[in-house]
Every structure is written in structure tokens, then in C-alpha cells.
């Protein structure tokens, strides 16, 4: 069998639906973006601020020949309506916590790569990794930039996670279809216009502290403009996704484990009396857990307050008097106020 039809089935075997290989430089298409985005107070908090360490393959492994661009596909059933008192979870947390699982099947693919390829160094990259995993998939050709600032990989669309390994070996380079996919024209905005918050402003372009995404997972208290338009949402946004016409065509993912533990969206009543110990129990294996319950706790809040559901004041008053967190509290009081008023 060639060498790349060799790596392809070992790369497949191992739990990856999708691949792409480059050689280790710099990802300077990525540098640029970042630095503008630093320019216009648009960087991420959550990441690293150093620039060039973030766009370097070398940084995280000196030894690096090769990246090898990886991607999982985790669309699996469609979210029917929140019902009342339920809030919404992004799709990306409705399994098993995909750092896990990607961790989990990168290491039976060192294993293959040793074995086969005379792997002897490598770095795994997922996502708490500083190196841009967006940018790698860009670069190595595994999928092109979406509007909503997301990488499409077909034929799964955006709903993919993204990892990455580097090794210490050339392997052998998968053909690009396109010359340089940054470069791809973008046909579509209508994400941009789906977005509520104003985050995604322009096609490429997102104000971070403005998603979602971001604010539910944000320490602290959210902001009051955003709070209204959080709207039904618990953990994470799909919104700009599930605009996107080529993601409503994407194909199913074969992996049970992002199949919903505990539905597509959650009872926020019984959430809000949660010890630590039932929430890690109740939702530890799923990476909404990695911030802790108070987080959810006061993202229930939030959404209660928004569906203005008297039925929630009793659960809302407890939360206001007992609750040890004064985020969580203040953000019981909001929610009570918005719905007695
Ligand atoms: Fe806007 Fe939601 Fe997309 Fe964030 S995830 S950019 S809030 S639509």
C-alpha cells in the first residue's frame, strides 16, 4: 500500500475523520489576523498573547518536521425546540468532553506512527494548546474559513473538532485541492446577520467578548447588555453554525459519544439545587464541566430570568438567600426582578 494510503487507514482506524499533513512553519496568514485583532482590542482572553509562539509549530516542538491536521465530526441529532424552564447546550458539549476523546485516539495514533513511520518526538495539540488549531487546518488544507470564523472540513461542515500532531519525521503530504484556503471567496453571511449579540460584525471577523460562546463561560458576572440577548442559551451558541446552509448539509457524525448524555437541553430547576457532587456526577464527563457548576448555576439564572416563568421564582428566591456565590446570586436577583416585575 502507498505510504499515504497506509497513514490514511491508521489515521482513520484511530478515530479521525478527516486529516491533512504540512510541513512544520510558521502559519503566517494567522499571524497577520491575530495581530490585527490585537490592534483593534479584538484578542481572545482565553488564549495566550504571544503571537508568534501561537502561530509557530516549533514552539511546542522544537523537533517538528511535519503537522498533521486532524479533525472529528460531531453532528448527530437535530436539537428540537428548548422547552420551558430547559436551557440550550451548545452541540460541541453535548457528549463526552471531545478533549478526551481526541486526547485519547491521538495517542493510539503516536502508537501507529512509531511503529510505522519511525515517529520518535511528537506534541499533541487540542485546543488548551497555545498553537492556533484553526490556522493549522487552514494551512495543511484540511478545510476553509468560514464566515462565522469557524473551519469547514468536508464533507462535515463546521461541526468538527479540530486537533493536531507534530512529529519529528517527514511524512507523506496530502494533496491541497485549493492552492492556499485562506484565500477561498466566502459566499455567505448569513451567520453574520443570525448572530444576536453583535459579535460576528463582518465575514472573518468576531468582537470575542461579545459571544456567547465566550460569555457563558466567562468568569464573573455577565455583562447586563448581553444578558437579554443570551436568550435560552445555557452553554455555548450554535447560531452562526446553524445559519450556515452548508452545515445544514453536513454529513452525520459515526461517533456515539457526542450523541447527548443528558438531552440537547437541560432542566434548569433542578440545576439550580445541585451540589458539586451531583453536578460532577450529573455532567462531569461533558466539557461544560471544566468551569464548574456555579458557572451553570448562574447561567440558569440568566435564562430563567429570560423566560419569565413564574414558576422559576421559588427556585430563583432560594438561590437569592442561600446560594454562596454572590455571582450566582446576583444573577438569581436579576433573573427574580425581570420576572415579578
Ligand atoms: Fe454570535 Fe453565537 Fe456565533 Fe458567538 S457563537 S459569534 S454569539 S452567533
Redesign the pocket.
Known amino acids: 500500500m502507498p505510504p499515504l494510503e497506509f497513514l490514511s487507514k491508521g489515521i482513520y482506524e484511530a478515530g479521525f475523520d478527516a486529516f491533512a499533513v504540512m510541513p512544520a512553519a510558521p502559519l503566517e496568514y494567522m499571524r497577520a489576523i491575530l495581530r490585527q485583532a490585537q490592534r483593534e482590542n479584538r484578542y481572545p482572553d482565553f488564549t495566550d498573547p504571544d503571537i508568534n509562539k501561537r502561530t509557530e509549530p516549533r514552539a511546542l516542538l522544537n523537533s517538528a518536521l511535519s503537522v498533521i491536521s486532524l479533525a472529528v465530526a460531531y453532528r448527530t441529532v437535530e436539537p428540537g425546540p428548548t422547552p420551558p424552564l430547559h436551557g440550550s447546550v451548545s452541540r460541541s458539549a453535548w457528549g463526552i468532553d471531545y478533549h478526551r476523546i481526541l486526547n485519547r485516539r491521538l495517542d493510539h495514533l503516536i502508537v501507529f506512527l512509531q511503529k510505522h513511520f519511525q515517529v520518535t518526538e511528537w506534541a499533541k495539540a487540542v485546543d488548551t494548546s497555545f498553537l492556533v488549531d484553526r490556522a493549522l487546518a487552514v494551512q495543511a488544507g484540511l478545510g476553509y474559513p468560514g464566515a ?2 469557524a473551519v469547514y472540513v468536508p464533507p462535515y461542515g463546521s461541526w468538527v473538532f479540530l486537533g493536531a500532531l507534530l512529529v519529528n519525521v517527514e511524512l507523506p503530504r496530502t494533496e491541497k485541492k485549493t492552492e492556499n484556503n485562506w484565500l477561498q471567496p466566502i459566499h455567505c453571511e448569513g ?1 453574520v446577520r ?4 453583535g ?2 460584525y463582518a465575514p472573518g471577523k ?1 468582537r470575542p467578548r ?6 457563558t463561560q466567562m468568569s464573573g458576572e455577565i455583562p447586563l447588555e448581553f444578558r437579554e440577548k443570551i436568550g435560552t442559551k445555557l452553554w ?6 446553524e ?1 450556515s446552509p452548508v452545515n445544514k448539509r453536513a454529513q452525520l457524525s459515526r461517533h456515539k459519544e457526542f450523541l447527548p448524555l443528558s438531552g440537547t437541553s437541560l432542566p434548569l430547576l433542578p440545576l439550580l439545587k445541585m451540589t458539586n457532587r451531583q453536578f460532577k456526577k450529573e455532567y462531569g464527563l461533558t466539557s461544560m464541566a471544566w468551569r464548574g457548576k456555579n458557572i451553570l448555576q448562574r447561567n440558569a439564572c440568566i435564562v430563567l430570568g429570560n423566560q419569565g416563568n413564574p414558576e422559576a421564582i421559588p427556585a430563583l428566591k432560594q438561590t437569592v438567600e442561600n446560594h454562596p456565590s454572590p455571582v450566582v446570586r446576583e444573577a438569581a436577583a436579576w433573573a427574580l426582578e425581570r420576572i415579578i416585575l
Open positions: 462565522n470564523c451567520c443570525a448572530c444576536p449579540t459579535a460576528l468576531i461579545r459571544c456567547i460562546s465566550y460569555l455555548g451558541c450554535d447560531i452562526c453554525q445559519a
